[in-house]
């Protein structure tokens, strides 16, 4: 797929089942307006600031071959949010790993979604050994999801695989995974292996950015 003013995304999820919106900041109600219309540009002549699709639609696509696909071939940094049954912001989980990306993808996240995330309540897991250097990062990155959201959890796990944190986000009620495209294949087969079975949570959506 080849989107506005070069900007070249990859995806392997066909063009129907995906929507493209263009704003710095999505508007407020967000999620009802992903139910009621298609793509939005807030700015013309901007690059897509996110992209979205139906969560079931692609698992279905992804149950269309004998082995799950990765979504974006070569991914970019335009976000891609896959959401389920409703999309919500009610209980979100960052998966920060420590690195400067992750710090960014996050950040990007809040200027994006600032105007929807007033009332949610955040869970931020970071590995449980960071360097002394990276430390004022993470202490930053804590208090800038504090002023944005009502409430804020903060948690030490050594989680090393993206399975680890579905399955806390199941366990936990959480309604979207904030976390890095480098996740992507492995997220999309756990994805393949657990859509329509007995722990599938059919309330939490995915937010993969760099």
């Known amino acids: 797929m080849h989107l506005k003013e070069g900007v070249d995304l990859k995806l392997t999820i066909p063009?129907?089942?995906?929507?493209?919106?263009f704003c710095n900041q999505l508007p407020s109600g967000f999620s009802e307006l992903l139910e009621l219309q298609g793509s939005l540009m807030c700015h013309?002549?901007?690059h897509p600031s996110l992209i979205t699709a139906y969560l079931p639609n692609v698992l279905d696509w992804?149950?269309?071959s004998e082995m799950p696909k990765v979504f974006e071939e070569n991914p970019c940094n335009i976000p891609v949010l896959l959401y389920d049954n409703k999309l919500s912001t009610d209980q979100l989980l960052f998966h920060y790993d420590g690195t400067l990306a992750s710090a960014?993808?996050?950040k990007n996240f809040i200027e994006l979604f600032q105007n929807n995330i007033r009332s949610s309540k955040a869970t931020i897991i970071s590995p449980s050994f960071i360097p002394k250097a990276k430390q004022r990062d993470e202490q930053e990155l804590i208090q800038l999801i504090s002023e944005h959201t009502y409430e804020t959890s903060f948690i030490k796990f050594n989680f090393t695989r993206i399975g680890d944190f579905w399955s806390y986000a199941v366990k936990h009620k959480c309604t979207m995974?904030?976390?890095?495209?480098n996740y992507q294949a492995d997220l999309a087969k756990v994805?393949?292996?657990?859509?329509?079975g007995g722990m599938w949570y059919n309330n939490l959506s995915?937010?993969?950015?760099?």
């Open 15 to 21: 063009d129907e089942l995906i929507e493209k919106y």
């Open 44 to 46: 013309p002549n901007q």
């Open 62 to 64: 992804l149950h269309e």
């Open 104 to 106: 960014d993808l996050i």
């Open 177 to 181: 995974l904030v976390t890095s495209k």
């Open 191 to 196: 994805l393949f292996h657990f859509y329509k």
């Open 206 to 210: 995915f937010y993969l950015s760099y």
